[in-house]
Every structure is written in C-alpha cells, then in structure tokens.
C-alpha cells in the first residue's frame, strides 16, 4: 500500500522523541502550562509561553497529533482507493487531494485497487476498519452497498470517476458525454461526416457515457450512424488495428475518428503511424508526449486535480453538514487542438 501524508497526522510517538513532560521539567513548569501553550491557551503569561515555545524548540518536541485528534472524535486522516497510483490520471487526483486535505489538517492513506472487485472490497472495509475521517473511492464493484455500515457509523464516503451503486453517496465525475460532444463537433467544423467511434467494453459507467455523447451528438447533427463503425471493447490492439483498416478500406471510408481512451487512442495511433493520409482524430484524456506525434494529438483534457480537490471539499462538507441532500459534481472537460483533429478532408 502506498501511503501519501499531508498535515501533522502521525501514530504512536516513536521512542526518543521528548514528551511534553521533559519540556515541562525543562522549563519548570507544570504539565497543564506546556499543554496550554502548545495547543494555544491563552491562559498563560507571555514570558513563561515564550521560555515554553523555547524549550520545545531546543528539545524537539512534536505534539501528538493522533491524540489530540482522538479527543475530538477524529483521527485526521482520509482514505483514498483509486484504481492504480501510478496512473497519470489518479497520481494527479491522489497529488491534489493532499494539497486540499492539508488545509483541512487531514492526512491521506492512499492505495490501489488495480481493477480488482475483491480488492476494492477488502480495501476498503480494513480502512474504514481504522476509522478515517472520511472514505474517498473509485467504485469498481458491482455494488457498493457493503459501505452502508459505514456509512451508518458516520463515515462518509465520496465516489469519484463513477457512481457508486447500491448507496447514496457523493460523486465527482467528469462530464463524459459533454467531452464526447465537444470532440464530433470539432471533427464536424472541419468538414468531417464519416465518424467512427472507438470505446471502452460497454460494463464500464466511463465507457456507456461517452459513447452516449457519441450517439446523441450525431443524431442532433443529422449523422448517418453505421453501427459497424461503433466499436466498444476491451483495448486490443490487433483488433483496432483490424477495424481500422476495414473503416478506411470501405467505399465511403471513415475520415474521423473519436477513441474513448489513451489506450485505445495510442492502439489506434500505432496503427496509423504510417499512414500517409490518417484520419482525424480526437480521443478522450490527454497523455504524456501527445505533442510529440506528427500530427499533434488532439484530445478531450480532464482535470483530475480539480477532481481531488473537489472531493475533498465534498468530505469536509459531509463532515459539518451530516444530512444535506447528496451531491454529485460534474467536472468540466477541454478540448485541446494539436493537429490531429483539425485535419480536413481534404488534408487526409
């Protein structure tokens, strides 16, 4: 498990660190003033505060922070399930929500669940088992409803990227379909009306709304839509590249294409790297060197780190507002033009 830590969050206090006992000693006071001054009483004069700070100064003193949050009712601490850390995407929403969590005096324990149901499972119910302030999680079970109990324990829970079903909780999700609109449009404005689509397997929450997008954004525009040209799978590249080459071989041949993510856009690319008259294309997510190919890629941008963020402030929220009504955020996609997208007809 890969642990990120924001704020003062910390266990046991390892042996050898001073207590606030030695700097009690230390200075000559009594316990209660050196707690009193470290957790900003007032009730202290200047000049015994000021020999206090000093000594904890000299010393090395580290409040407790478990402690104290114990006392409140809290451990400080959030934990994050998201499908793989080392994922790009997940990495920047793992990276903004400890920046947002350490405004909040949170600590975030983050791990992965690689896609796994049973994992998900057993991760999560052994985190909610050390009673985190909140649970943050990337659903990718069937159903969510084994979170009910901590739910009911006080525990709120924040979906992100999906919903989670079989519980009502909050989300943050990216506006798929508005991202998939915005994708033919521009494909549209540059004179294209032969688009294929290439999606994710149809099980995935992602996958059903952006080729939803697809779908309602050609009939609005009056697109002949040739279901043979709307492939939903798991990412494969010979099968990709098997499909390509029947949509450019027809005889009113596919000039466009949207593909539904980076896996299927860099198995569409190895496909088409030789080709002297590739079709346009967008796809769904950016990706590290998407500049470096020629043409450009362009691609429909998410914001994961506006995801981590909003996540957080969603938990907090729950923690003072324990009854509002649930929410669910819809984060704004971008389209960035490179060159690959704006190929005409004509330049194909």
């Known amino acids: 498990m890969v642990v990120t830590t924001t704020g003062q969050g910390?266990?046991?206090?390892?042996?050898?660190?001073?207590?606030?006992?030695?700097?009690?000693?230390?200075?000559?006071?009594?316990?209660?003033?050196?707690?009193?001054?470290?957790?900003?009483?007032?009730?202290?004069?200047?000049?015994?505060?000021?020999?206090?700070?000093?000594?904890?100064?000299?010393?090395?003193?580290?409040?407790?922070?478990?402690?104290?949050?114990?006392?409140?009712?809290?451990?400080?601490?959030?934990?994050?399930?998201?499908?793989?850390?080392?994922?790009?995407?997940?990495?920047?929403?793992?990276?903004?929500?400890a920046e947002r969590a350490r405004d909040h005096d949170l600590a975030v324990f983050v791990t992965s669940t690689h896609d796994r149901a049973e994992r998900e499972r057993e991760l999560a119910t052994a985190m909610a088992?050390?009673?985190?302030?909140?649970?943050?999680?990337?659903?990718?079970?069937?159903?969510?409803?084994?979170?009910?109990?901590?739910?009911?324990?006080?525990?709120?829970?924040?979906?992100?990227?999906r919903p989670a079903r079989g519980i009502q909780v909050d989300a943050v999700l990216a506006d798929n379909a508005g991202g998939v609109r915005d994708a033919v449009e521009h494909l549209l404005r540059h004179g294209h009306s032969?688009?294929?689509?290439?999606?994710?397997a149809p099980e995935i929450f992602t996958a059903r709304e952006r080729v939803a997008g697809f779908r309602s954004t050609a009939e609005v525009h009056g697109l002949g839509l040739r279901e043979e040209e709307i492939d939903l799978a798991r990412p494969d590249d010979e099968r990709i590249a098997t499909l390509?080459?029947?949509?450019?071989?027809?005889?009113?041949?596919?000039?466009?294409?949207v593909t539904g993510n980076n896996a299927i856009t860099m198995a569409a690319l190895r496909e088409l790297v030789d080709e002297?008259?590739?079709?346009?294309?967008?796809?769904?997510?950016?990706?590290?060197?998407?500049?470096?190919?020629?043409?450009?890629?362009?691609v429909v941008a998410q914001d994961p780190a506006a995801v981590g963020r909003t996540a957080i402030d969603l938990l907090v929220e729950r923690l003072r507002q324990p009854e509002r009504p649930v929410r669910t955020i819809r984060v704004q996609t971008r389209l960035i033009p490179r060159g690959s997208g704006e190929l005409t007809v004509g330049q194909r």
């Open 276 to 298: 002297p008259h590739p079709p346009a294309l967008v796809g769904f997510d950016d990706f590290e060197l998407a500049d470096l190919v020629r043409p450009a890629v362009s």
């Open 244 to 257: 390509l080459r029947r949509w450019r071989a027809a005889p009113d041949p596919v000039t466009a294409l």
């Open 194 to 200: 032969r688009i294929g689509y290439l999606g994710d």
């Open 129 to 161: 088992g050390r009673r985190p302030d909140g649970l943050v999680i990337t659903p990718i079970a069937e159903s969510q409803d084994y979170l009910q109990g901590v739910l009911d324990s006080g525990i709120p829970v924040v979906a992100i990227d």
């Open 10 to 97: 910390g266990g046991r206090r390892p042996p050898g660190l001073p207590t606030i006992k030695d700097v009690a000693e230390h200075v000559g006071v009594s316990f209660k003033t050196v707690s009193r001054v470290v957790n900003g009483d007032g009730k202290v004069s200047a000049q015994t505060a000021q020999r206090v700070r000093q000594a904890v100064e000299e010393l090395g003193y580290v409040r407790n922070e478990s402690a104290r949050q114990l006392r409140r009712g809290r451990t400080g601490t959030v934990a994050l399930l998201v499908r793989a850390v080392s994922d790009p995407f997940f990495a920047a929403i793992c990276d903004a929500a």
